[in-house]
Structures are given as C-alpha cells and as structure tokens.
C-alpha cells in the first residue's frame, strides 16, 4: 500500500530553503508526501510564498493570515493588505492562517492580538474558510475566543497548530469539532504529548512539521523539513498503537476534509 501523507502547516518559502527548495520539494514527492499547505506570515513573506506557489501550483497550497508575532502597533494596516488579498482570489487559499495569539515572545501588543485574531475568524466566516491557529503560550485563551464566536457561528472550522496542550484542552477542541496539528514535539522526550495523544482520538489529528522549526528527533535542533512528516508519524503510530497506514489513512482523509482538497 502506497501511503500518503500531507503537511498541513510548512514554511517552505522561508530564507531557510533558498538555497534547495526544489531538492526538498522533489524528496517529499518522492516520499508522496503532497500536498504542502504554506501558512502567511505578514506582507512581507506574501511574495516568496505566492512564488513558490506558483512554481509549484497543486503541489504547495497557501493560507492568507496574519501571525499573531507581525501584530504591532501598525497592525490594523496589515489587516487591510492582508484581506485585500485574500478578496481578490479566495479561491487561491485553503485556509486563513497562520493567524491567533502569542504571549511567549512579548506580550506588548496582547490587546492588539485579540482584535487581529477576531477580524481574521470573520474573514474565514466571510470565503467560508478553516482557520490554523497559532497557540504559544495562549492555548486556553485562543480556545475560550474559538468557543465564544463558534456559539453564534456553527461553521467555523480549523486547526489548532502545533498542539501540545492538556487532555482537557483536547477535549475542549475536539468538542467544537476542530483539528489538532501534530508536529515533532511528540518526538521530544520530555514534552509530554505523547500521554495527551494517548487519549484524543485519531478523528481529531493532522499531520504537520511547522518547517523549519521543531524539527523531530533525531534532526532536533536543525533545520525541519516536511521530509520528516513519516518520522512524526511513526512516533504517532507507537502511541496510538496503530499501523503507520492507517496514521496515514486517517490524518490524510482528515486534511482533506478540513481544508477541502
């Protein structure tokens, strides 16, 4: 059985892969590891991330969001060019993201970040789009802004990226039928998601590597790369006490269905 696998959330347009991007994009073919769902950051990375996508259309898929670190005190600007983008071709974005809160780098702009955060989930109610939330430090608020305007807008949908919360926050997510994003933390000794992952259901999971960040063991501490997608899912696979297939079988069908591919 040929497996595939899907990379929900991938910076591959960042400076990290100017220099081989088409070997890396090859080898995760090759691996049937596509497509490849590029979150925004700000307006600055619009241009590196619509090149890529265009040099490689069906292959990598891109969002249209703001992240929560680009929200400063001229974020309202952001907004509009961000949004105006996203207007003119939603058909060209599977998802508003990368978009949500941070209070790990600084806390300056919280306010600012809730405001973002909420004029972006609207955005997604508007082109009837999954959102891919961004978490650090700010898992139970995003949770309690998610709940909140979820009550009034039964359609809202997404992921929560990168989780590595409770089983109570899992719990809470996979009640108001979103997605949880599982990365190479699970790869980590001592993060402690493995025991969360134990008891969430497989229903709730998609497979993601947050390239080039929190690569898995054992290339913990370098470059990540969506290469790396099997090896997340093997350290899945021993947790769920699963064949890799089925990890395989069950995250794909959950991406497609959330991000409608």
Known sequence: MVMQWIDTHTHLFSENFKSDIDKVVEECLERNIQP???????????????????????????????????VNAGFREELRNIYALLKARPERY????????????????????????????????EFDKPIVIHSRDSLDWNIEIVK?????????????HCFNGTIEQAKEIGEMGFYMGIGGVITFKNAGVDKTLAEVPMDFLVMETDAPFLAPVPYRGQRNSSEYIPLIAQKLAEIKDLPLSEVSRITTENAKSLFQI
Request: hydrophobic share 40%; charged share 30%.
């Open 148 to 160: 909140e305007i979820k009550q009034k807008e039964p359609n809202l949908k997404g992921v929560f």
């Open 94 to 125: 599977v998802a508003v993201g990368e978009i949500g809160t941070d209070l790990y780098w600084d806390k300056t702009f919280e306010r600012e970040m809730d405001i973002a955060f909420r004029e972006q989930i609207r955005w997604a109610l």
């Open 36 to 70: 490849l769902l590029l979150p925004n950051i700000d307006s600055e990375s619009v241009e590196s991330l619509e090149k890529l996508t265009d040099n490689y259309p069906g292959i990598c898929l891109p969002m249209m969001g703001l992240h929560p670190t680009s």
